[in-house]
């Protein structure tokens, strides 16, 4: 069996629309427009990561947001067809790489409560709870809470 090959790539400024096509797929219940991605991903404080597959088609992103000493993952999701490869580790670890570049001693998160997949690999990821919002996300039968999650980020 062959493992599919990914590989990251910083988003350039002319590179939103790509971030912003992958969020509205991941995530067409609160889609980001292309502007927006824009402003929340420019450096020097924030920054965009594609993951792209051994076809160089992007199939996941992170992005992320530094202020100070602390950092957030302001949004990252993987495509359906590559969750489970190891591609949604790879962004959170490039996350806090970048994160550590410019300064953070901590990076934030929030992730649904009832989203047990993600709350699995941000555990396995070094994140640990530190709150919780009520009613943060909404969902076509309701409003469901997030959890606020943190990872110290050694060797600043």
Request: aromatic share 8%.
């Amino acid at each position: 069996m062959t493992v599919p090959a990914f590989r990251l790539h910083a988003a350039g400024r002319f590179e939103s629309g790509v971030v912003a096509a992958l969020q509205q797929a991941c995530f067409p219940e609160d889609p980001w427009d292309e502007a927006s991605v824009a402003t929340l991903s420019t450096p020097p404080a924030g920054f965009a990561i594609i993951a792209l597959d051994a076809l160089d088609q992007p199939v996941g992103f992170v992005m992320a947001r530094v202020a100070a000493e602390d950092a957030e993952i302001l949004a990252i999701g993987v495509l359906p067809q590559a969750r489970r490869g190891g591609v949604g580790r790879l962004l959170v670890e490039a996350a806090v790489a970048g994160s550590r570049d410019l300064g953070a001693t901590a990076l934030f998160l929030e992730v649904a409560e009832d989203n047990q997949a993600a709350w699995t690999l941000y555990k396995a990821c070094g994140f640990f709870s530190v709150g919780r919002r009520p009613g943060y996300y909404k969902r076509p039968d309701g409003r469901i809470a997030a959890l606020v999650l943190r990872r110290d980020i050694d060797g600043v």
